[in-house]
């Protein structure tokens, strides 16, 4: 039971360029969100899906995009990176809304 | 004001001691609440939930103030191995049907010999 795991670790993106976060989860969670923590900051909602097909924008949606085909997986798009996106990069799932979060190890993603 | 406060220390404490934090929220509707501990790099990790009679795990009491808005977090007898940034977390529900996990900035935690 490997929880909720992030591709890739650390990521080096030049401006304008695009790339894919993966994340999935083998709990069967229905709920599944991404977040993004900058340096001492408190982490930001990025988007969210409370199921298979079903997405929502959370605080910070913009020059993002996600998709929910299966229950496990929930990627995150970037189109065009921009430096205001360097970040780190956080998934996670829960079970029903309410209950607790369960995190990934986060991607961090640097862009030059 | 934001929705979540919290303190960002440092608290420097010697090993032993008693030490604790407080989280502030501005939403009165929120429903769950929860504590959770950043160790550096890593991921947020639930250390535990914040129940309105308050509850208790080990060397950690938390507690929830609906009347003030706060929870907060007890650690005695303090090990070096607490050190870690300590991030509260108050849920609310979103129009969408999912919830919405806001986080406080975080307080770090600093265990001296």
């Known amino acids: 039971n490997a929880g909720v795991t992030q591709t890739p670790k650390f990521r080096i993106l030049k401006i304008g360029q695009s790339m894919t976060l993966q994340c999935t989860q083998d709990?069967?969670?229905?709920?599944m969100y991404w977040y993004r923590q900058d340096p001492g900051m408190g982490l930001k909602l990025i988007y969210y899906?409370?199921?298979?097909?079903?997405?929502d924008k959370g605080e910070v949606p913009n020059g993002y995009n996600v998709s929910r085909s299966t229950t496990e997986d929930f990627p995150l798009r970037l189109e065009l990176a921009a430096p205001s996106q360097t970040s780190v990069y956080f998934c996670?799932?829960?079970?029903?809304?309410?209950?607790?979060?369960?995190f990934g190890p986060g991607t961090r993603l640097l862009v030059l | 004001r934001k929705e979540v406060e919290q303190d960002p220390g440092p608290f420097n404490v010697p090993e032993g001691a008693t030490v604790a934090f407080n989280c502030t929220y501005s939403?009165?509707?929120?429903?769950?609440f929860f504590w959770y501990r950043q160790d550096c790099r890593k991921e947020p990790k639930l250390l535990m939930s914040?129940?309105?009679s308050g509850n208790e795990d080990g060397r950690f009491t938390a507690q929830l103030n609906r009347a003030s808005q706060y929870i907060s977090l007890l650690i005695r007898d303090s090990k070096l191995s607490d050190s870690a940034t300590y991030l509260c977390?108050?849920?609310?529900?979103?129009?969408?049907?999912?919830?919405?996990?806001?986080f406080g900035t975080g307080t770090q935690l600093k265990v001296e010999l």
């Open positions: 939403n009165s509707a929120s429903q769950s």
């Open positions: 977390a108050v849920n609310s529900i979103l129009t969408g049907g999912g919830n919405k996990l806001t």
């Open positions: 709990m069967n969670h229905n709920y």
């Open positions: 996670a799932s829960s079970r029903a809304a309410q209950e607790t979060q369960y």
């Open positions: 914040v129940y309105s």
């Open positions: 899906s409370v199921g298979a097909g079903i997405t």
